[in-house]
């Protein structure tokens, strides 16, 4: 079974909303920190949105006030809800996660997330 699966993506016009989900299949035993990370064509993956085990987010400057990620409570579902999409917000959206070890930050600048769903497409025509 794959872990996180994501879906939701599509093809939305400049200023429209959308919302993507994740399922995950992850240990209820055990704290992670999750996050949304996307890709751009030509540009490397970037994270964009995490949240932690206790439901403290950040977010990249790039989304910050447009984007909200959510997770249910027993980390069954990552939510991340797009506002004022807008066509540099096109690209290639992955759920991921990292076991939440002790000392560990969950932010936007990990690098080493653990587990990758295989991806969704967001396009937002110029």
């Known amino acids: 079974q794959v872990p996180l699966v994501e879906s939701g993506g599509g093809e939305v016009q400049a200023g429209a909303s959308l919302r993507l989900s994740c399922a995950a299949r992850?240990?209820?035993?055990?704290?992670?920190?999750m996050g949304w990370a996307r890709q751009a064509p030509g540009k490397e993956r970037e994270v964009i949105a995490v949240?932690?085990?206790?439901?403290?987010?950040e977010y990249a400057v790039s989304v910050q006030g447009r984007f909200t990620i959510s997770k249910d409570g027993d980390k069954r579902t990552l939510s991340l809800q797009m506002n004022d999409l807008k066509s540099e917000d096109t690209g290639m959206y992955y759920c991921?996660?990292?076991?939440?070890?002790?000392?560990?930050?969950?932010?936007?600048?990990?690098?080493?997330?653990?587990?990758w769903g295989q991806g969704t497409q967001v396009t937002v025509p110029s």
């Open positions: 991921a996660a990292i076991r939440r070890y002790l000392g560990m930050k969950c932010t936007v600048g990990i690098t080493n997330f653990e587990l």
């Open positions: 992850l240990s209820p035993y055990m704290p992670f920190c």
């Open positions: 949240i932690d085990q206790d439901g403290t987010t």
